[in-house]
Antibody
Framework: QITLKESGPTLVKPTQTLTLTCTFS??????????VGWIRQPPGKALEWLAL???????RYSPSLKSRLTITKDTSKNQVVLTMTNMDPVDTATYYC?????????????WGQGTLVTVSS | QSVLTQPPSASGTPGQRVTISCSGS????????VNWYQQLPGTAPKLLIY???QRPSGVPDRFSGSKSGTSASLAISGLQSEDEADYYC????????????FGGGTKLTVL
């Protein structure tokens, strides 16, 4: 049974750096064909993909946010960490992490419950 | 502005069939498979359709997907009140270094 859970601050100030942790179980991020991604959703708005880390430590980032994002993994702890620098009120959103299965096709098949991050002074 | 284009809303009455479109480009839908997610109010998205037309275990066969060229569609037949939700399409985009793109979402209302 695959589960993921996001954790981190609920409130950050503008210009600060956000660090979110995704703790998962039921799979290993050292298994070929597995990845973990981060997706966010501002209140009342659409999903926006942020970053992805593969089992082999390959990483991909949203082109529009690449300069602000860093994704890392700790396979021994079953965790993936996302950092986003220079936070702004427009970054207020629910942040989700999700298990990705890749191969001939790829998709996010398991999602965490999400964590709401508010950016405000 | 989402890379994939969906109608903002759709509606139907119980028992009806509704379709939701998703338009992209040659670098995303034209080159890769499309996935659909259902998001019930206040919950995380749930994988509904993967690889254009495949249903994960547990998804009713009332839900179906298709793809043609740079567009995809989600069809829901025998509409039920519990289908009222937001629906998102997604695909991998091969441009730049590769990245995921989502549609802007379609809010389905069951009248």
């Amino acid at each position: 049974q695959i589960t993921l859970k996001e954790s981190g601050p609920t409130l950050v100030k503008p210009t600060q750096t956000l660090t979110l942790t995704c703790t998962f179980s039921g799979f290993s991020l050292s298994t070929s064909g597995v990845g973990v991604g981060w997706i966010r959703q501002p209140p009342g708005k659409a999903l926006e993909w942020l970053a992805l880390i593969y089992w082999n430590d390959d990483k991909r980032y949203s082109p529009s946010l690449k300069s602000r994002l860093t994704i890392t993994k700790d396979t021994s702890k079953n965790q993936v960490v996302l950092t986003m620098t220079n936070m702004d009120p427009v970054d207020t959103a629910t942040y989700y992490c999700a298990h990705m299965r890749e191969g001939a096709v790829a998709f996010f098949d398991y999602w965490g419950q999400g964590t709401l991050v508010t950016v405000s002074s | 502005q989402s890379v994939l284009t969906q109608p903002p809303s759709a509606s139907g009455t119980p028992g009806q069939r509704v379709t939701i479109s998703c338009s992209g480009s040659s670098s995303n839908i034209g080159s890769n498979t499309v996935n659909w997610y259902q998001q019930l109010p206040g919950t995380a998205p749930k994988l509904l359709i993967y690889s254009n037309n495949q249903r994960p275990s547990g998804v009713p066969d009332r839900f179906s997907g298709s793809k043609s060229g740079t567009s995809a569609s989600l069809a829901i037949s025998g509409l039920q009140s519990e289908d009222e939700a937001d629906y998102y399409c997604a695909a991998w985009d091969d441009s730049l270094n590769g990245f995921w793109v989502f549609g802007g979402g379609t809010k389905l209302t069951v009248l």
